[in-house]
């Protein structure tokens, strides 16, 4: 696991250092096992085109800055090759000052407990045992819509809270109470306002402002919610994942965060929500209860629909959004099918797409 840190100078320091480049590692706990991951971070060795006994190889020296996942701690080495064969690799140790290494404990330990935080919030939504036990799923927009043919399709699902402006609005304000609240109960350093923006950590400490960015195989903990309900039953459940924020604080001390949702590992009416958003192309939905969810918000005027119809079963002109709020179906098309590509807008941005056919 990695974490790449760039910490930015004060005024005064920018014209004498550049940016640093840090990682988390998870096996640096001493000098030496530091040192051994630095040496794996260096520039590759270049050598002359001269295969003899004149061939001249080097490498630029790389500044690697090291925080241990476990302790917190802090290391900085000058990573090079040396200049004569067998141009063997060195890491030699840097200094590193007081408040950079407290900058980095601070801000990993901010990291831990946000994870945590949102680890916890998570489960102890799952605690509860459904959605239908939570005031934020309340609404009755699809109780009084969705059963237009049976009756028996789900109304407490992954999909009727998405298409919900009201079930995703309180959804976020819970989620985001929780994991405050659970950061508030595990980080003492909370006054400096360390905050997260994506990928990106940053501190101000003592008039100089640090930031940390995580890649590679480092991820931040996502708020997941499990349904135990779903229009297209699979043997995955559905689930909506959002990617958690802290970009500021409330007058209050209250960590003032953001959701956003992540689509590659949400799941929505038995498909990826980046599925069912047409990453892979259009699906071909045959399911009568998520038709009718779609039907529902297009009714309510959440989204807007266009409808056209492909594989030769028409005209191909489409249905300007707005003017369709059914699924309707064409006689004729290949081989005696009709099929028609429904896209679904909101605020005229492409949400949802996907075929349906005779």
């Known amino acids: ?57 080097s490498s630029r020296s790389k500044e690697v800055l090291l925080v241990d996942e476990a302790t917190g701690n802090s290391y900085r080495f000058n990573v090079f090759h040396e200049q004569q064969a067998p141009w063997n690799l060195r890491a030699e ?11 980095y404990r601070i801000l990993m330990q901010f990291h831990k407990d946000l994870n945590a935080s949102i680890i916890e919030a998570s489960g102890a939504y799952q605690a509860v045992g459904s959605l239908s036990d939570n005031s934020f799923i309340k609404s009755d927009l699809y109780n009084k819509t969705s059963s237009a043919s049976s009756g028996n399709c ?11 402006p009201n079930k995703l609005s309180d959804l976020r304000a819970v989620a985001l109470t929780k994991i405050g609240t659970g950061l508030l109960s595990k980080n003492n350093d909370l006054n ?19 930031s940390m960015t995580s890649e590679g195989a480092t991820r931040a903990s996502s708020y997941a919610v499990t349904f135990s ?32 949702i992540n689509e590659g590992a949400s799941r929505v009416a038995g498909f990826s929500l980046a599925e069912l958003r047409g990453a892979n192309g259009p699906l071909l939905i045959e399911n009568e209860c998520l038709e009718e969810r779609f039907e529902a918000a297009a009714a309510m005027g959440i989204i807007s629909m266009n409808t056209t119809d492909i ?22 098309g290949i081989a005696g099918f009709s099929c028609q590509l429904i896209e679904f807008f909101q605020n005229g941005r492409l949400m949802y797409t996907f075929r349906v056919c005779d």
């Open 192 to 210: 400096l306002k360390p905050t997260k923006t994506n990928r990106s950590y940053g501190l101000g400490l003592r008039g100089v402002q640090y």
């Open 311 to 332: 594989g030769g079963g028409g005209t191909g002109t489409g249905t300007p959004p707005g003017d369709d709020n059914g699924l309707p179906s064409h006689p004729g």
């Open 154 to 164: 789900p109304t407490n699902t992954a999909l009727s809270t998405l298409l919900d």
């Open 93 to 103: 140790r840097l200094d590193l000052s007081a408040n950079a290494r407290e900058a």
């Open 229 to 260: 309900q779903s229009e297209r039953t699979t043997s995955l459940s559905d689930v909506l994942v959002f990617d958690t924020n802290i970009p500021a604080y409330k007058s209050d001390g209250m960590p003032a965060g953001s959701l956003t």
């Open 1 to 57: 696991m990695k974490i790449k840190v760039s910490v930015f100078l004060s005024l005064l320091l920018i014209t004498t250092a550049s940016a640093q480049t840090a990682q988390m590692c998870t096996t640096c706990s001493t000098e030496s096992s530091a040192r051994s991951f630095a040496k794996t971070q260096a520039n590759p060795l270049e050598c002359s085109p001269t295969f003899d006994m004149n061939v001249q190889c």
